[in-house]
């Protein structure tokens, strides 16, 4: 089953206002990494978060990570109509080598 | 460097004929990942290659699909008797060595029609 859960399913917004997206997962993770995705096409990384971390930063990107809940935020300020896009959150085991399960992810709209 | 390709970019097929696609990583990352995604869905993993030990194949739908990584470069995922539900769009990523903590870095992708 799905690991990372997205909310909302979408998100339509003007430019300049902020854009908050919500993961939840199940199990332990090692980190938490957010993705986005133009068009249907190849995914970007954006920013990961360990699981030893609260808080991150990256330009106009903040993630927050409470593992107690078992979900992250990803929050982008400003937002321009470039971000618009589908945005995933991913998961990663807590050890070894494996792959990352992906939720959903949230689409969103950013209207001129 | 270059990044991921996928070849072929599009590709329309009748049910069940077969089909190949292809997928080159960066170069030296030792770990490589196939995704399926249908359309307004999220990933699903198919296969997973990581150095010279066996691939994960938990994913892998049906017998039908399979995949090889030669030489430990190159992915081919192979469909055998595609069916309709197989139309979507087939997505390869690479990273350093596979670690859950690494980063993934994505093909353009295949989009897969069949009729």
């Known amino acids: 089953s799905q690991q990372g859960e997205e909310d909302p399913q979408a998100l339509s917004i003007q430019e300049g206002e902020n854009a908050t997206m919500n993961c939840s997962y199940k199990?332990?993770?090692?980190?938490l990494q957010w993705y986005r995705q133009n068009s249907g096409r190849g995914l970007v990384h954006l920013i990961l978060?360990?699981?030893?971390?609260r808080e991150k930063h990256s330009g106009r990107l903040r993630v927050t990570l409470d593992t107690s809940k078992k979900s992250s935020s990803l929050l982008i300020t400003a937002s321009r109509a470039a971000d618009t896009a589908s945005y995933f959150c991913?998961?990663?085991?807590?050890?070894?080598?494996?792959?990352?399960?992906f939720g959903k992810g949230t689409m969103l709209l950013v209207s001129p | 460097g270059a990044g991921v390709s996928q070849s072929p970019s599009n590709k329309v097929t009748e049910k069940g004929k077969d089909v190949e696609l292809r997928c080159d990583p960066i170069?030296?990352?030792?770990?490589l990942y196939w995704y399926r995604q249908s359309l307004g869905q999220g990933l699903e993993f198919l296969i997973y290659?990581?150095?010279?030990?066996?691939?994960?194949k938990s994913g892998l739908p049906s017998d039908r699909f399979s995949a090889e990584r030669t030489g430990g470069s190159v992915s081919t995922l192979t469909i055998q008797r595609t069916q309709q539900e197989d139309s979507a769009v087939y997505l390869c990523?690479?990273?350093?060595?596979?670690?859950?903590?690494?980063?993934?870095?994505f093909g353009p992708g295949t989009r897969l029609l069949v009729l």
């Open positions: 990523a690479s990273s350093i060595s596979g670690r859950a903590q690494e980063t993934q870095y």
């Open positions: 199990t332990s993770i090692n980190n």
């Open positions: 978060i360990r699981s030893n971390e």
């Open positions: 991913a998961t990663g085991k807590p050890s070894g080598y494996s792959t990352l399960t």
């Open positions: 170069s030296g990352h030792t770990a």
């Open positions: 290659f990581q150095g010279n030990s066996a691939p994960d």
